[in-house]
């Protein structure tokens, strides 16, 4: 199990991140797991992404948005931008949100929910980049992150089976086990005003109705997709 000191801030970006871990913790206590939109509602699903150039100085987000009962592709867009700072855990969302802004800033229709490519609330401060956009954009959120950060769960798991994880004896998400062993579960965490009970439903749905069987739910395997092929062809 991970500690806070397994988190601590790099020596050499403690005068950048200090203030930035100071929001963070400032922010988690508005973070909400009370459900905006019920299952039925939900309509409109958006997956986003960032992918990097090889040498870290390029980033394409992109964003995936569909219909969730026809599985119809609404609306794709891409931008490029400089990522501000290498990958450092904790800090995803101060590296990838300009994107996000951005782009989220270019779509026609707001989702009812975004999925993000990160964590919600599994986060040694409780505000992962999934928790901090649905603040900042006041939506609905969860993220799915294919590595654990912190916590445990049961992993004698068959596919579509489910795990709470657990870190310091609260819930912080949930393993799904998408595809079938020895394909490894996806992480799943509640970002800002949704609750476990719809983000399970969405999970489920896609995974027993989308036409190809993936590890990701359709919007964010598109936009996965999306920008890995965007910034090959922008580089």
């Not at 601590?8 to 459900?35: C, F, G, M, N």
């Not at 509602?41 to 150039?53: E, M, T």
Request: with cysteine; charged share 25%; hydrophobic share 40%.
């Amino acid at each position: 199990m991970s500690h806070l000191d397994d988190f601590a801030i790099p020596e050499e970006y403690k005068d950048l991140l200090t203030p930035i871990r100071d929001k963070q913790i400032e922010l988690a206590s508005e973070i909400s797991l009370e459900t905006r939109v019920s299952f039925s509602d939900i309509r409109i699903i958006a997956g986003l992404d960032v992918a990097f150039s090889k040498k870290d100085d390029l980033a394409c987000a992109g964003i995936s948005i569909i219909d969730s009962r026809s599985f119809e592709v609404l609306e794709e867009q891409v931008t490029f931008f400089k990522p501000r700072i290498p990958f450092i855990p904790t800090f995803l969302h101060y590296r990838e949100s300009p994107g996000y802004h951005k782009i989220l800033s270019q779509i026609n229709e707001m989702p009812d929910v975004l999925i993000f490519d990160g964590n919600g609330i599994i986060h040694p401060f409780g505000i992962g980049i999934a928790s901090q956009m649905g603040l900042e954009f006041d939506i609905p959120s969860f993220g799915i992150a294919k590595k654990l950060l912190l916590g445990e769960y049961d992993n004698r798991l068959n596919r579509g089976g489910f795990s709470d994880i657990v870190y310091k004896e609260k819930n912080l998400g949930i393993a799904f086990q998408s595809l079938a062993p020895p394909a490894k579960p996806i992480f799943v965490s509640p970002g800002h005003l949704i609750d476990f009970k719809a983000i399970t439903n969405i999970l489920r749905d896609f995974n027993l109705q989308q036409k190809y069987p993936s590890k990701l739910p359709l919007p964010l395997a598109l936009a996965n997709k999306l920008v890995k092929e965007k910034l090959k062809l922008g580089t």
